[in-house]
């Protein structure tokens, strides 16, 4: 299920729409570092691999570098049950 949401994130992340994983979760996605920046000013900014929950931080090698990804506040990402990546890449 995960997988099929993280999918379809991505694809509306890809074309413009910030949009909630579902009504009760607080993880926006933004298709832009910059976009995801302005709605949480003072939490880093990760790259969400959807599909995996695994985020990336700016310098490691996937970081926006996913083909389902999308860029979301740390903060809520983890809320939503996301974790960083152990790969320090």
Known sequence: ??????ALVGLAAFAGVALALSPDASLSTFPSEVQAQQHCPK??????????GIYHYR????????????????????EAGDRASRNIQ
């Open 59 to 78: 310098g490691q090698r996937w970081y926006g570098n996913t083909n389902a990804g999308a860029f979301v506040c740390r903060t809520e990402a983890d």
């Open 43 to 52: 939490d880093t900014v990760v790259w969400l691999n959807l599909p995996t």
């Open 1 to 6: 299920m995960r997988a099929i949401v993280g």
